[in-house]
């Protein structure tokens, strides 16, 4: 048996059982590293002695008949959650260097349940682009075809999941991140509702619209990892204090009766001919379940892509202030005086893209200029979101295409950054409304490469929308391809 | 020259709390510690580290807004103050732009052989402090780093331009300083920065609505520095002004030595901070219950005390302003008054022998070592006659010394007065009949002898001699 085609929950049954171990299944993930890194670039650091030192300790705990759902299982980690002791560098040069003294609390619960780092995984810098080829450690190569993206900025998350590297992976999702890798990947991703998972310990893109969420096999992996890092923190002003349901509880409930919104600003003439085809069909086998497809309508999803571009870039030209080359990080020390160091060491630490979004919020947020674009963007924000909320007085979730193309090839649009930002229209209104959404996969283009289908719940909505999934999941088998990788 | 010019000041004080630990996270606040040893993630703006908001620092806002008359805004809202400075770990303090916590207060001053004057407070908000620079320690070309302040809570207190001399700001600083003292929210050190001045100063030809160009004197710490570099920077813009010169908008600094001030940078270049709502942290809401909570809870303040100690316990104002003054001599004041009664009575005696001990000893009122009841034990004994007011101040001394109480002393070192008719008499005898020369120079006009007898029978009675009775026998014994 490949342990690597094991899926979380499978493990763990394995696992409790006593018939097969942690170390075990951390070593099969790490020859596989080992074994496919190299075509598709998902790590950026492997934690290998550490990893294994944790599995004999889950094999302790194990063998003592305790042990939560995560014990022993090895996931990778996006290189943009701040890891005790280990390498953390937001696919940065100007944070090559940084080992940081503390753990976020997403990574301090995983740790508590016992769950094996097998690594960092490489993402687009600072979580800026939908490609993943906006790392300064090489872009990741899709694991259904390497000369294509796996999308980003969560691209390492998405691609070691679906290339079996990891069991499951923890990404972050400001704009789609992980939800647009997952689709092109052909795995399952979800991001929360803003709040519902800390941020303490995650690198800050843009500080309203970032959330930690998982990229897994199947949705009950999905459920399972999504519940153990869900959760107040007090150490997060923005963290909700709602109590975290069970999601595994509530997956089998079924679709009988469920209105399914389905927003006309979202079936664009633009759309692929596959994605078309593959969310259409997933319309009708989830009407097949005993669902209800409503034409809803988002009138102002046209504005979002502008509205983020401008809330997110601004928060993020504040955030990336601190890399400055004075406490942590690159510094470059020829040069004369303070303005020159802070000059010379952002320059060479930072990728373009990254000072692209600088410069944009920057300019957002200047005087003169900050009422007509930031202040105005957050009112069309309360907009979008007001939207979505209308739309869940009459459906209970939305569905939509994830990506209005399957994965594109690598250098495809490096050359124009604002159709790069177009990859992003259908998942960044969920930011924006501040609800949440998964991809799952739905088919394959006819180049066969992974088409994804996106569930939009409302606030802290995620068990309508997990479970709408796993009974679309369980009616079909694409969870159980794999990628030939 | 000067009187051609109207003088125009506004104050921005920057008041650090004594909150046990920072603004936004759990490290604790001392001084004189390691560098960068009372640090987090949070305060050293480490990538992914969020700000959490100290409960206590909105508390110590709305007490000092109470204060000061401001009302207190329901709803405030954090905003990020962008700019690069190896101090500011973040890149960005996090202050109040829009929506500060106090607005549209007032305080009534009061300078000498003035009338008294209000002037309004523009706002109140809060944010953290950034940490400290060490320029050229341990040799070498460099600056150092050190974080411990990072994050140390400040209220900045912005007042209108209202002030027209030197003078009018400085009772304006002191009358604010003592307020945050006695509320308990800032310990007003202003050499150790925890209580900062700076001085917005322009003048204009009297008469004119529009205001001078402004120069901002900062870094000044101490009340009379202040006042000079006002007073400098006034005449050094009326001699510019003068001369056809025009007064440059720019950030001086103040040199006590020479008493001038100097440039610093120019506010021209004024930063474009870039405002915005901080998106980590959440409105801060007061509601109508916690600021009536709040109000209930206030201390009576310095302008209350001293009429209630005017009015009620019936002594001058001066007393009352320097019982006042700070709220630990006002307190042990008023606890001695509870348990003694004598207002003026005790108001000599804590002006007088309490507070020159303490300041012989170099110790503050709440560590004197002679408590409100002991000395409420020892003027009772002075009251029934028990001692006289001379032989009270020996006693006060020993029980400074010892600890013991008033009639432990009296009982051990016989210090009790004597009253007694014939033992007085018979003292007066002794003395005069020693002194026959003495009393007939005292007999035939010479009435300043009176005190040389007093002095010679005290020290026969070792200062036990009731001063009344003694005076009145002994004129009659002298008078024959």
């Known amino acids: ?485 | 020259m000067l009187s051609k010019y109207e003088v125009v000041i506004g104050l921005e004080v920057h008041a650090q709390l004594t909150t046990a630990t920072k603004i936004f996270c759990n490290c604790a606040i001392a001084f004189g510690n390691q560098p960068n040893s009372q640090t987090c993630p949070v305060c050293l703006g480490l990538p992914g580290a969020l700000p959490v908001l100290n409960e206590k620092v909105v508390d110590y806002a709305v007490k000092t807004g109470l204060a000061t008359n401001c009302t207190i805004t329901p709803r405030s809202v954090f905003a990020r103050k962008n700019y690069f400075y190896p101090d500011l770990p973040k890149g960005y303090q996090i202050s109040q732009f829009e929506l500060p916590i106090c607005e549209q207060g007032r305080l009534d001053i009061e300078t000498a052989g003035g009338p008294g004057k209000t002037i309004g407070i523009t706002r109140i908000h809060m944010e953290e402090d950034a940490g400290k620079l060490l320029h050229d320690t341990g040799g070498g070309d460099c600056s150092r780093v050190d974080l411990n302040r990072a994050c140390t809570p400040l209220l900045e207190i912005v007042s209108e331009p209202d002030m027209r001399s030197s003078d009018e700001a400085i009772a304006y600083l002191k009358k604010l300083h003592q307020i945050v003292v006695y509320l308990g929210v800032c310990d007003g050190n202003l050499e150790e920065g925890s209580f900062r001045c700076d001085a917005n100063v322009s003048i204009r030809p009297w008469g004119q609505k529009e205001l001078g160009t402004r120069a901002e004197l900062k870094n000044i710490n101490s009340f009379r520095f202040i006042k000079q570099a006002i007073d400098y920077e006034v005449e050094r813009q009326a001699e510019l002004l003068e001369e056809g010169g025009r007064v440059v908008q720019e950030t001086r600094l103040f040199d006590p030595d020479t008493g001038r001030t100097r440039s610093m940078r120019s506010k021209e270049e004024a930063h474009d901070y870039r405002y915005f709502p901080d998106p980590d942290l959440v409105p801060v809401l007061v509601s109508e219950d916690r600021v009536e909570q709040a109000r209930r809870e206030l201390p009576e303040l310095p302008e209350a005390k001293i009429s209630r100690f005017v009015q009620d316990l019936g002594i001058p104002r001066y007393d009352a302003e320097v019982l006042a003054a700070d709220r630990a001599t006002a307190e042990y004041y008023d606890a001695l008054v509870a348990l003694q009664g004598n207002g003026k009575l005790c108001s000599n005696w804590v002006m007088g022998e309490v507070l020159r001990a303490l300041k012989d000893s170099d110790l503050a009122i709440d560590a004197c070592p002679v408590a409100p009841q002991h000395l409420a034990g020892m003027l009772k004994r002075i009251e029934d006659n028990t001692i006289s007011g001379k032989i009270a101040k020996k006693v006060f001394d020993e029980m400074w010394q010892s600890g013991k109480d008033a009639d432990t002393i009296i009982e051990e070192q016989g210090l009790k007065q004597v009253t007694d008719l014939g033992a007085i008499e018979s003292l007066v005898d002794e003395v005069l009949a020693a002194n026959p020369d003495k009393v007939e120079e005292y007999r035939a006009g010479k009435d300043k002898l009176l005190g040389f007898f007093v002095g010679l029978i005290m020290k026969a009675s070792k200062g036990k001699a009731n001063p009344a009775t003694l005076n009145e026998l002994l004129i009659r014994k002298l008078k024959g």
Request: glycine share 10%; with cysteine; hydrophobic share 40%.
């Open chain 1, 1 to 485: 048996m490949d342990l690597t085609e094991l899926t979380i929950h499978q493990m763990h049954d394995l696992l409790r059982e006593g018939r097969v171990s942690s170390r075990d299944l951390t070593r099969a993930f790490l020859d596989r590293i080992a074994a496919t890194d190299e075509r598709i670039n998902a790590f950026i650091t492997v934690n290998e002695k550490q990893a294994l030192q944790a599995a004999a300790a889950a094999d302790v705990r194990l063998a003592a008949g305790e042990g939560a759902a995560l014990t022993g299982i090895p996931l990778a980690l996006k290189d943009i959650f701040v890891t005790e002791g280990l390498l953390t560098t937001c696919a940065s040069r100007i944070l090559a260097n940084f080992v940081p003294p503390y753990d976020g609390t997403a990574v301090r619960k995983l740790r508590e349940q016992g769950a094996v780092i097998l690594g960092k995984v490489n993402m687009d810098e600072f979580a800026m682009g939908s490609s993943t080829e906006n790392s300064s450690f090489g872009p990741v190569r899709n694991p259904w075809n390497p000369d294509f993206v796996p999308g980003g900025s969560s691209g390492g998350s998405a691609a070691c999941v679906a290339a079996r590297q990891a069991a499951g992976s923890l990404g972050t999702d400001t704009g789609g991140s992980i939800r647009q890798p997952a689709a092109h990947c052909g795995v399952v991703g979800l991001k929360p509702t803003y709040g519902r998972v800390s941020r303490y310990g995650v690198i800050a893109y843009a500080s309203s619209l970032d959330q930690v969420g998982p990229l897994t096999r199947d949705v009950e992996d999905c459920a399972i990892l999504l519940g153990a890092v869900a959760g107040h923190d007090p150490a997060d002003s923005t963290s909700v204090d709602l109590p975290v349901p069970d999601y595994r509880a509530s997956l089998k409930g079924g679709v009988r009766g469920l209105k399914i919104g389905l927003p006309k600003e979202y079936f664009i003439q633009g759309l692929d001919p596959d994605v078309k085809r593959a969310v259409g069909e997933a319309i009708e086998t989830l009407r097949g379940l005993g669902a209800e497809p409503v034409e809803v309508s988002l009138p102002h999803t046209e504005y979002a892509v502008a509205c983020y571009y401008l809330v997110a870039t601004a928060e993020a030209s504040s955030n990336l202030a601190r890399y400055d080359g004075v406490r942590y990080g690159l510094r470059v020390e020829e040069g004369r005086g303070l303005i020159d160091m802070y000059s010379r060491s952002r320059a060479a630490g930072f990728g373009p893209e990254v000072k692209r979004r600088i410069m944009l919020g920057t300019y957002a947020l200047s005087s003169g200029y900050y009422d007509a674009y930031y202040l105005k963007a957050q009112k069309v924000r309360t907009l979008v979101r007001q939207d979505f909320l209308d739309a869940f007085n009459k459906v209970d979730v939305i569905l939509t295409p994830v990506a209005a193309t399957p994965a594109f090839r690598l250098g495809e649009k490096t050359a124009d950054p604002l159709q790069m930002y177009l990859s992003d229209i259908f998942t960044i209104p969920v930011n924006l409304a501040g609800t949440c959404g998964m991809s799952l996969p739905c088919g394959f283009s006819a180049d066969g490469l992974p088409i994804g289908l996106q569930l939009i719940g409302r606030p802290f909505g995620e068990e309508d929308i997990l479970r709408t999934a796993f009974a679309y999941e369980q009616a079909t088998d694409w969870h159980r391809r794999r990628a030939p990788l």
